[in-house]
Each structure stands twice: as C-alpha cells, then as structure tokens.
C-alpha cells in the first residue's frame, strides 16, 4: 500500500532520533528544515551531528537506546545498523502511539521521508513509494532547475493579497489569473 502524502505541524510535536551516523544526520538535516524540537540518542555522534547538535542547541544522550527512551515523544526515528533494535523501538512505539520510522525496514516505518524542494513557503515532496528512489532524487532536480529563485518572493505577495483582499469569486479568478501569469513567464524565461 502506497504512503499518504501529507504535511505535518511540527510546533508541538517532540522528535526522537536514535542513531548518530549518516543516516542520523541525513533525517536530522532534513528535519531541522522543519523543528528544532529533536532529541537524540546515541552512543557515539557524527562530527556532522555534533556541528548540528551544537549549532541548533539540541538536546542529545551519549548512551546506548534504553526501553521506555520513546515515552515522551510523538515521533521516533530509528537511524541505527542493529535491525533487532529497530524492530524492537517499532513494536515499544505502538505502546505509546508513536509515529516511528525504521530507515532500513520499511514494514517498520509509518511514514517515509520522501525527496523534497523547500523554498521559503513552497515545499513540494517527491516519493515513488520505494519503487525508484533514484527517479525522485532526478526529477527533484529537474523541478529545482525549473522553479524561479524569485518564488518566495511571489509566495509572500500572494500571501499580503490573500489577507488583503475580500473573499469571493473575483478574489479567485484574481488570483488564478495572477498564478497563472506567473506559470506562463517561466516558459518565457
């Protein structure tokens, strides 16, 4: 069965991650995209977490994964090698109704990290859903080489107008021709 796309508020929401290799740093990266609400556990970091740990103020444990670790959370992210413990954080999380994601076991995951472009207020996601991860990662930069560097600045106009402007069927059309003029200039260009 195919992954549901949706966007996630992460303003409340406390994020586990247990691992400190590549892996950990990749989910990390991405997700401080997003929150800086993360917690890590692990008994050896990365010089590239550490910078990110130090940088972002994060809160971090050097030690090994310990059961009832995840309790507080809403989301735990397993970036570690041994797939027993993988599994092992899966089946605790279900306890404590906690969205988990097992990197490497996909049958353990209840949400993906798909490829994404964020641009200020434009995030688009990417996912096959496991069939080619490598199709995701070159259409994401086929969609990069297409999107205008200015859109964030268009985002924010639409954004000013939207609040500006009285509700209805003009404000619609309004904007639908504005969008699509926009669309229509980056053939131009």
């Given at each position: 069965?195919?992954?549901?796309?949706?966007?996630?508020?992460?303003?409340?929401?406390?994020?586990?991650?247990?691992?400190?290799?590549?892996i950990?740093f990749e989910k990390?990266?991405?997700?401080?995209n997003?929150?800086?609400?993360?917690?890590l556990?692990?008994k050896?970091?990365?010089?590239?977490?550490?910078?990110?740990i130090?940088?972002?103020?994060?809160?971090?444990?050097?030690?090994?994964?310990e059961?009832?670790?995840?309790k507080?959370?809403?989301m735990?992210?397993?970036?570690v090698?041994?797939?027993?413990?993988?599994?092992?954080?899966?089946?605790?999380?279900?306890?404590?109704?906690?969205?988990?994601?097992?990197?490497?076991?996909?049958?353990?995951?209840?949400?993906i990290?798909?490829?994404?472009?964020?641009?200020?207020?434009?995030?688009?996601?990417i996912?096959?859903?496991?069939?080619?991860?490598?199709?995701?990662?070159?259409?994401?930069?086929?969609?990069?080489?297409?999107?205008?560097?200015?859109?964030?600045?268009?985002?924010?106009?639409?954004?000013?107008?939207?609040?500006?402007?009285?509700?209805g069927?003009?404000?619609?059309?309004?904007?639908?021709?504005?969008?699509?003029?926009?669309?229509?200039?980056?053939?131009?260009?």
């Amino acid at each position: 069965m195919a992954y549901f796309p949706a966007f996630l508020k992460f303003d409340d929401k406390k994020i586990l991650i247990v691992g400190g290799g590549n892996i950990a740093f990749e989910k990390l990266s991405h997700l401080l995209n997003f929150s800086s609400n993360i917690t890590l556990i692990a008994k050896e970091y990365s010089s590239e977490i550490k910078t990110l740990i130090d940088k972002n103020n994060l809160i971090y444990f050097k030690k090994e994964y310990e059961k009832t670790d995840i309790k507080n959370f809403d989301m735990v992210i397993v970036a570690v090698d041994d797939f027993d413990l993988q599994e092992s954080i899966y089946f605790e999380s279900r306890d404590y109704n906690i969205l988990c994601n097992c990197v490497d076991l996909q049958k353990y995951c209840d949400f993906i990290f798909p490829s994404y472009i964020k641009k200020g207020d434009l995030t688009i996601a990417i996912s096959t859903s496991g069939s080619s991860p490598s199709f995701a990662k070159n259409f994401k930069k086929y969609l990069l080489k297409i999107i205008p560097d200015n859109i964030d600045d268009f985002l924010k106009e639409l954004k000013s107008l939207r609040t500006s402007l009285p509700k209805g069927k003009e404000r619609m059309q309004f904007f639908d021709k504005k969008v699509k003029d926009y669309i229509n200039s980056w053939k131009k260009n």
